[in-house]
């Protein structure tokens, strides 16, 4: 469990200073940074949607085909 509980802060820190080191070396304004952020969390979310609607809509399909509706 130890070495897993200093994996996971070492992960985090990892990316904090990574985080932290593309923030001060970007050549874009930090409204043009936020503004990528969202509009990348936007098709994230997005993706995701229509990933769970086909699963939802493939999982309906096999059911009917199981109970032969």
């Known amino acids: ?4 509980i ?3 802060f070492g992960l985090f820190a990892g990316a904090l200073v990574g985080c932290i080191a593309v923030s001060l070396s970007t050549p874009k304004t930090g409204e ?5 952020i969202r509009n990348s969390f936007d ?7 229509l990933g769970r609607q086909r699963k939802k ?3 309906e399909e096999d059911l009917k ?3 032969g509706e």
């Open 1 to 4: 469990m130890k070495k897993f």
């Open 6 to 8: 200093s994996f996971t």
């Open 32 to 36: 043009e940074v936020r503004e990528n």
């Open 43 to 49: 098709e994230i979310k997005l993706d995701y949607e």
């Open 57 to 59: 809509e493939e999982m």
């Open 65 to 67: 085909r199981r109970w």
